[in-house]
């Protein structure tokens, strides 16, 4: 394992996962849709994002705590729902779980996850959220929300910016599928990586665990086009808990899940892997709070690379976001070891943006953008 020292950005863990990983699994983490310019456009509108620095206030005692729905986050980001993490290293879900049992923060369980939402939830000591896709015929979707209310779930986050999976050029190409095949091309593939492929085929191949029971499985290249208003109108009757809808980029959009009842709108591309010709979530971001107001619970993920990142995504509305890639990448690139440093990295970046911009905690930071 590389020298951590050696690690201080999301670009540094981005390479050395790459190093690390096989291709068909970077391609699979670091693929976008089509040419990939509609992610590349939001990350340089994030870049864009200007905060006015400021002199003269005491930010001696700075506070990165956060309030989500009922709790008290100790730090202002959590993990996006990611469906086979245990690809990027044996036990990621479990080293993703730990992290936000430690901080109190969310971590997004997927449908796809390769460990079970019920192992999840336990060990993230019920810092976790379950995250649904709409299977087509309903019963798939009936069950997982029952199985979630069963193990004491109390948010559930539904994606919906997938009626179809997004076209990602680079995965195809390497054959990616869920459960991946070992033919040809994945053998020399693994092969050329003995590091990734000893200590992760040893283990077993990673899979869907949530899909273990006879007679229940998941298609991910399945349509889940039939999903409508009425679907989200059934599933906020059905579900008492909280309920966040995760890929929103549409005002419009926006401000019917506020009149449905939703409790809260993350605003998301899903990291620009569904429509490249999609618009910069960030901007959308902006544009939504506009819509929502004040008060209505806004999340936000896509593009989050830094601290500054965190703060910038605040500063343009949301009132707590989520990181995908990079936890990913630095569990790649150093393990569990990885993940805690590039988390401390992230909490003191955050912390120093905080001090330059005279502020001492996440409250109030739209004001703090430059020419506000
Ligand atoms: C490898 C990978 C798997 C993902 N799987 C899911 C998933 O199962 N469900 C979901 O809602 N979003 C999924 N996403 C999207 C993330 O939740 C999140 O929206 C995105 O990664 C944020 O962008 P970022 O990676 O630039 O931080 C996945 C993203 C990646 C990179």
């Known amino acids: ?10 670009g540094d863990a981005r390479a050395a996962a790459r190093r690390r990983l096989p291709w068909m699994v970077f391609d ?21 994002i200007r905060l006015q620095p400021r002199i003269l206030v005491n930010v001696e005692h ?27 290293a044996p036990g990621a879900d479990l080293m993703l779980a730990r992290m936000a049992a430690k901080h109190q923060t969310p971590v997004g369980v997927s449908t796809v ?12 000591e019920g810092h976790a959220w379950f995250q649904l896709y709409f299977s087509g015929d309903g019963s798939g979707t009936t069950r997982l929300i029952e199985r979630a209310e069963a193990a004491g779930y109390r948010t559930l986050v539904m994606t919906l910016d997938v009626p179809e999976v997004g076209r990602r050029p680079r995965e195809l190409r390497r054959g990616f599928k869920m459960p ?9 593939d693994f092969a050329l990586h003995p590091v990734w492929s000893l200590s992760t085929l040893a283990k077993g191949r990673p899979d869907m665990a949530n899909f273990t029971e006879p007679g229940f499985g ?32 549409s005002a419009e959009d926006a401000v019917r899940l506020k009149e449905v009842g939703v409790d809260a709108i993350q605003v998301s591309s899903h990291g620009g892997r569904q429509l490249d010709a999609c ?24 593009g989050m690379r830094s601290g500054e990142d965190v703060v910038r995504a605040y500063a343009m509305g949301a009132d707590f976001v989520f990181f995908g890639r990079a936890m990913l990448y ?23 943006t905080l001090a330059q911009i005279g502020r001492v905690d996440m409250t109030g930071l739209p004001d703090t953008l430059a020419g506000s």
């Open 62 to 88: 700075r506070n990165l705590g956060v309030q989500v729905f009922d709790h008290a986050a100790k730090i202002p980001f959590g993990i996006s729902p990611m469906g086979m993490c245990n690809l990027s």
């Open 218 to 249: 998941f298609d991910r290249t399945a349509s889940r086009a039939a999903a409508d208003w009425g679907f989200l109108e059934r599933l906020r009757e059905r579900w008492k808990g909280n309920l966040v809808v995760k890929g929103v980029t």
């Open 330 to 352: 630095a569990i790649a690139a150093g393990g569990e070891q990885g993940l805690t440093h590039f988390t401390r990295i992230l909490t003191e970046e955050i912390s120093l």
């Open 113 to 124: 996850a390769s460990t079970s939402l019920e192992t999840m939830i336990e060990v993230a």
């Open 279 to 302: 618009p910069p979530p960030i901007l959308a971001l902006s544009q939504i709070r506009q819509a929502l107001g004040e008060g209505f619970p806004l999340f936000y993920d896509t």
């Open 1 to 10: 394992m590389m020298g951590l020292s050696r690690i201080q950005s999301f």
């Open 180 to 188: 991946f095949k070992i033919g040809p091309l994945q053998f020399i």
């Open 28 to 48: 699979y983490i670091d693929g976008a849709a089509g040419t990939g310019h509609g992610e590349a456009l939001n990350l340089a509108a994030i870049r864009d």
